[in-house]
C-alpha cells in the first residue's frame, strides 16, 4: 500500500521554472507585436519623401496608405511633375522616384507585419497542460484538440500572410493592373479569396472546442 503511494507520489509535474519562463516568453511576444504593430501603422502613415541629386529637389510622394486609398499614384505624381519649372521638370523627380520609394516602404511594412503576426501566434500559444490531470481524459479528445490548433495555426498563418499579399498588392504604386480596375475591386477579391484560409481558421477553433470539451467530460465522469 505504501509502495503505491510512492508510486503515486512520484507522478511527473511540470516545472514551475518552465512554466514561468514560458509565460515570460509570452508576455515578451505579446510587447514585441504591439510594438511591431504600432511601427507597422507608422511606416504606413508617414509620408514619403524622394529627392533628385540633379536638380537639387526633393518631393513628396504621400504614404503607402495614400496609394492604397488612390489618393497618390504614378497619374498624381506626373500631373505635379508637369506643373514644376523647366529643370525640375525635365527629372520628373516624382514619376521616377516615387514608385521604387513607396514599394521599398511597403515591403519594410510587410516584413514588420509578418514578424508582428509570428510573435502574435507566440502570445496565443496556450501552456503545455499538466499531464498528470489529462491521465483520464480522452485520448481521441487530445488528438482533435491537437489537429485543431494546428488547422486553426495554418488557418491563420494562411489568412495573415494573404492580408499582407493584398495589402501589398493594392499599395504597389507602379502596378499596370489598375489602369483596368479599380484599387477598391482588387481588395474586394483578394478578401473573397481568403474566405477558404478563414474557413479553415474557424474549423481549426471548433475542433479545439470539441476536443477540450471531451476531455473535459472524461475527466469529470472519471472524477464521479
Known amino acids: 500500500m505504501h509502495r503505491g503511494d510512492m508510486e503515486t507520489d512520484s507522478t511527473p509535474s511540470p516545472d514551475p521554472v518552465d512554466r514561468d519562463t514560458a509565460d515570460r516568453t509570452r508576455v515578451a511576444a505579446a510587447i514585441g507585436a504591439v510594438l511591431l504593430t504600432v511601427l507597422v501603422a507608422a511606416v ?83 501552456r503545455k497542460p499538466d499531464r498528470s490531470a489529462d491521465t483520464a481524459a480522452s485520448t481521441v479528445g487530445r488528438r482533435v484538440t491537437r489537429i485543431g490548433r494546428l488547422t486553426s495555426a495554418l488557418g491563420g498563418t494562411l489568412t495573415a500572410l494573404g492580408i499582407i499579399a493584398i495589402v501589398v498588392l493594392v499599395a504597389d504604386a507602379d502596378s499596370t493592373l489598375f489602369l483596368y480596375t479599380d484599387r477598391l475591386v482588387v481588395a474586394i477579391v483578394g478578401l473573397i479569396v481568403l474566405i477558404p484560409t478563414v474557413t479553415l481558421f474557424v474549423v481549426g477553433r471548433v475542433l479545439v472546442l470539441l476536443g477540450e470539451n471531451s476531455q473535459r467530460f472524461e475527466r469529470e465522469r472519471s472524477d464521479g
Open 44 to 126: 504606413v502613415l508617414i509620408q514619403i519623401e524622394v529627392t533628385d541629386g540633379q536638380v537639387a529637389a526633393t518631393r513628396s510622394c504621400g504614404s503607402v496608405f495614400d496609394s492604397v486609398v488612390d489618393r497618390s499614384g504614378w497619374q498624381q505624381w506626373w500631373a505635379a511633375d508637369l506643373v514644376e519649372t523647366d529643370e525640375v521638370r525635365s527629372a520628373l523627380v516624382r514619376t521616377n522616384r516615387c514608385p521604387g520609394a513607396v514599394n521599398q516602404r511597403v515591403t519594410v511594412a510587410a516584413v514588420l507585419g509578418m514578424t508582428a503576426a509570428v510573435l502574435g501566434v507566440v502570445t496565443m500559444a496556450r
